[in-house]
């Protein structure tokens, strides 16, 4: 064979080894006339194991209400369209092309957290095709949705039939709906692990059934949101209840010494846990888990995660790991990072208090208990100035309305409050739903409490305890204590 030849098949080979992962444009165009001026935010889920969504993508929506999003991928993938902090869901395929028209309940607009209420952006195509996925998913989950909510307390709760309530319903679906084992089909996929919350209810305690049925197999579908819900509901908590990992196990690998290669070996014991790369999925789902419990160190775990990601032979286990740390990295260093505006409009860094601790209050003008609060935090100013830096956060969508606030009301406190200047991804990102909420930054900028004592729910007291008063006595430096 000459070499020519062999340079012709060797490309031919790159060709087809890579033509699969080419990422394709994706075009979404449409109208939000009542959302003019603002900015539209494509959010992509590469992360469905912890639910962290990047924003791929932004424009803003013109005086007609027209906006144009592109976007570059190679698989399908759960999106988010994203107006201020309302949401709709849909599903993006490479190659697509999408024209939708948005509308949104104007009062919901306005709240912070519209989801409470069950508002969301309503995206409709303008295109029917009842082929695309999105419309076949849709059409699915309205009536599994509807369907189990008929026996939502039977199923759940148990009965004396609950056997034939449960094959009641599968019957029912399965009259519109056949739906088979086909992990190269996502439509298909997605109605079978759906499928599959109805026999996690039934199998409770048969965890083996579910097991061999739904996870006991080659593939591991990372981008579907049907599959990674099941798997997360199944393997929650999986390492801390099972019966063939010991306490002392987790304790010593993880407490004592970061023990990675022997946690890995350890829990390849356990049957439903033989295969390598969902071994180490659980693992990672389950150290994330360990961040949050008390019982677990802290920084081990983390060390532990750091040593999966670089060791990890599956990239898509290292981009999981890196999604979760670079989320808690920036949640920590967000003091830092973030500017807001005051009242005059000039930006205002909040490093520029680092070496005071910063209480952060986020609130509306509109929230009556947000304003009760800035009474007690004008007493708290004035007792811990020097030792607590307090801020006021406006969260309100019109920024003349702030600004109006500051006007008649901004003389009578003496800290400063802020603007938020529209930055709802901070706000997402935060975890900010309900007002007023507060936010507690260590001297060093980062975040030291999430949800620290609110003004009239025990802020006095914690703020007593930690930041004693100096006596004389305690800094006088010619005053020396024998007893020492």
């Known amino acids: 064979m000459s070499k020519s030849i062999r340079h012709i098949i060797l490309l031919i080979g790159v060709w087809l080894s890579t033509a699969g992962y080419a990422q394709t444009p994706v075009t979404i165009t449409g109208t939000a006339t009542f959302a003019a001026g603002e900015e539209i935010r494509l959010l992509v889920f590469h992360d469905l194991l912890n639910g962290i969504a990047e924003v791929a993508t932004t424009d803003i929506i013109d005086k007609n209400g027209h906006f144009t999003l592109k976007y570059k991928t190679h698989d399908i993938e759960l999106a988010q369209l994203a107006i201020r902090t309302s949401k709709a869901e849909f599903f993006i395929v490479p190659s697509n092309s999408y024209n939708f028209t948005i509308t949104m309940d104007s009062v919901l607009y306005q709240t912070i957290n519209p989801e409470k209420y069950g508002g969301f952006l309503q995206i409709e195509n303008a295109q029917k095709d009842t082929d695309d996925l999105n419309f076949k998913i849709n059409r699915f989950s309205k009536y599994f949705n509807q369907v189990t909510d008929n026996y939502a307390f039977p199923m759940i709760y148990g ?21 088979q084992y086909i992990p190269t089909n996502f439509y298909q996929s997605y ?171 986020i609130f509306q003008t509109d929230c009556i208990n947000c304003v009760r609060e800035m009474m007690i935090i004008n007493e708290l100013q004035k007792k811990y100035e020097g030792r607590v830096q307090f801020l006021s956060l406006c969260v309100d969508p019109e920024k003349r309305t702030y600004q109006a606030f500051v006007k008649q009301y901004g003389k009578l406190f003496s800290w400063p409050i802020l603007y938020f200047d529209e930055q709802y991804d ?35 007291e914690y703020l007593q305890i930690r930041f004693p008063e100096q006596t004389e006595e305690n800094h006088n430096p010619l005053f020396q204590n024998r007893n020492k």
């Open 159 to 179: 009965s004396p039939d609950s056997v034939n309530i449960f094959d009641t319903v599968r019957n029912i679906i399965g009259e519109h709906f056949d739906f």
């Open 191 to 361: 109605g079978y692990y759906m499928m599959g919350e109805i026999d996690l209810l039934q199998y409770r305690k048969k965890p083996v059934f579910i097991y061999e049925k739904y996870f006991d197999n080659d593939y591991i579908l990372y981008n579907n949101p049907a599959y990674m819900s099941l798997f997360n509901q199944y393997y929650e908590g999986y390492l801390y209840y099972s019966p063939h990992i010991s306490k002392e196990l987790l304790s010593r690998t993880i407490n004592e010494t970061p023990d990675y290669p022997t946690l890995f070996n350890e829990i390849g014991r356990d049957p439903k846990l033989t295969n390598a790369r969902l071994r180490e999925l659980v693992i990672i789902k389950n150290l994330i888990s360990f961040l949050d419990n008390k019982e677990f160190d802290y920084h081990n775990t983390i060390k532990l995660l750091e040593y999966i990601r670089q060791t990890s032979s599956f990239e898509k286990h290292i981009k999981l790991i890196n999604s979760k740390l670079n989320t808690i990295q920036k949640k920590q260093l967000v003091a830092k990072e973030v500017t807001f505006l005051d009242e005059k409009g000039h930006k205002t860094h909040l490093k520029q208090y680092e070496g005071t601790p910063v209480y952060l209050q």
């Open 426 to 460: 901070w706000l997402l990102l935060q975890g900010v739903e309900t007002l007023p909420d507060h936010l507690f930054f260590g001297s060093d900028g980062t975040l030291m409490m999430r949800f620290p004592p609110a003004p009239e729910q025990g802020l006095p």
